[in-house]
């Protein structure tokens, strides 16, 4: 059964970079038919996408990030991370990975999820 | 982007009530269409996928319907855990994928 772990700083400084990893155990990270992906939620709201990684090597990002986001996988620890600059206090929120699971007929969902880890930015 | 509108907001219900929430999409996204449940402190958690299909080991109680812009996940009766917030999301238009506010399930 495959499970996702966040980790990284729960503080940043505004302008910096916010840097999370999220451990996959119990299968690998490069497995097909599936991505993976960061999700965000400010503390009282909703969802917000922030980006994929396609195990074909792609990435693509939510456009109201895009600038400011990098997500890679490292193969050798299992390891996807993600990376967002210049955060401002509008960045703080719990951050989430998750696997995205294709099916044959192209529908695709996000399932598991990691825990969460809540980052604040703050001076 | 696609926008993703859930109602209610938030709904009080008694155990054993039967409850619908809908989704609705501001075009149409076929049944590309999934759900969550959220629990206070925890992790989104798949319930329904491709808008009708059931998440392995997600109690038949649950269920999903629609296609096109207008969609509904109904619980047919409440049980103690259901009480939790619900997200629609969109996964047509990937790979931008766009959720619903939230309706917030409380126990009348």
């Known amino acids: 059964q495959v499970q996702l772990q966040e980790s990284g700083p729960g503080l940043v400084k505004p302008s910096q970079t916010l840097s999370l990893s999220c451990t996959v155990s119990?299968?690998?990270?490069?497995?097909?038919?599936?991505?993976w992906s960061w999700i965000r939620q400010p503390a009282g709201k909703g969802l917000e996408w922030i980006g994929r990684?396609?195990?074909?090597?792609?990435?693509n990002y939510n456009p109201s990030l895009k600038s400011r986001v990098t997500i890679s996988v490292d193969t050798s620890k299992n390891q996807l991370s993600l990376k967002l600059g210049s955060v401002t206090a509008a960045d703080t929120a719990v951050y989430y990975c998750?696997?995205?699971?294709?099916?044959?007929?192209?529908?695709?969902?996000?399932?598991?999820w990691g825990q969460g880890t809540l980052v604040t930015v703050s001076s | 982007d696609i926008q993703m509108t859930q109602s209610p907001s938030s709904l009080s219900a008694s155990v054993g009530d039967r409850v619908t929430i809908t989704c609705r999409a501001s075009?149409?996204?076929?049944?590309?269409l999934n759900w969550y449940q959220q629990k206070p402190g925890k992790a989104p958690k798949l319930l329904i996928y491709a808008a009708s299909s059931l998440q392995s080991g997600v109690p038949s109680r649950y269920s999903g319907s629609g296609s096109g812009t207008d969609f509904t996940l109904t619980i047919s009766s409440l049980q103690p855990e259901d009480f939790a917030t619900y997200y629609c999301q969109q996964s047509y238009s990937t790979p931008m994928y766009t959720f619903g506010q939230g309706t917030k399930l409380e126990i009348k």
């Open positions: 990684f396609y195990t074909s090597g792609s990435t």
């Open positions: 119990g299968g690998s990270i490069s497995s097909g038919s599936y991505f």
């Open positions: 998750a696997r995205g699971v294709y099916d044959s007929s192209g529908y695709n969902w996000f399932d598991p």
């Open positions: 075009q149409s996204i076929s049944n590309y």
